[in-house]
């Protein structure tokens, strides 16, 4: 299984109102109960809660590659893409002049027909930390998942370039 899934701004934003409201709660009922001595109380327990709250919504969000389907999550729904419904994938550059690994789609209701399932900035530089490291093997496992699927992959040159240069990822061979 390959964990991967890009968060749409509209629900990132929607994630982070909940975990301000979650303080603003957490921090007024505590300040009702107790009395204004324990603001700072009620701000980092509601700020605890919140960063669990956070990371509960993130960890549901996502896309799940396994070896049957494709399994797309949010916190209130999950569907299954079937793999015979994948055309092709792709690593080219998106409207923010950011790298996006997608997959295109046949059939379903999924916007312009693909769904997302990376985006990174552009390799610029070797590994120099932790996202850079797990950005690079989200990429490595993807492709690995995509050539035992065969699914076809097309990947910008330069994009190709940079993935072998910087991060020591081989460009795909004609057979794979």
């Known amino acids: 299984m390959v964990r991967a899934g890009v968060v749409p701004g509209r629900r990132t934003a929607l994630y982070s109102l909940t975990a301000v409201v979650t303080i603003a709660l957490i921090c007024g009922a505590t ?3 107790y ?10 327990v509601g700020a605890l809660l919140a960063v669990w709250l956070l990371v509960l919504l993130f960890r549901r969000d996502g896309v799940e590659l396994t070896d049957t389907a494709i399994v797309r999550r949010t916190p209130w729904h999950t569907d299954t893409i079937p ?3 994948v ?3 792709r690593f080219t550059l998106d409207e923010k002049s950011r790298w996006s690994l997608a997959l295109d789609l046949n059939g379903g209701e999924e916007p312009h027909g693909e769904l997302v ?3 990174i ?32 992959i097309t990947v910008l040159p330069e994009i190709a370039a940079a993935l072998s240069e910087h991060w020591k990822l081989a460009p795909p061979t004609a057979n794979s």
């Open 31 to 33: 300040v009702a109960l």
């Open 35 to 44: 009395g204004f001595g324990r603001l700072f109380t009620g701000l980092v």
């Open 83 to 85: 793999w015979n419904r």
């Open 87 to 89: 055309v092709a994938g």
């Open 117 to 119: 399932l990376l985006s």
């Open 121 to 152: 900035p552009p390799v610029l530089r070797p590994v120099a930390n932790a996202y850079d490291m797990r950005k690079r093997e989200q990429v490595n496992e993807i492709r690995t998942m995509l050539r035992q699927q065969r699914i076809p």
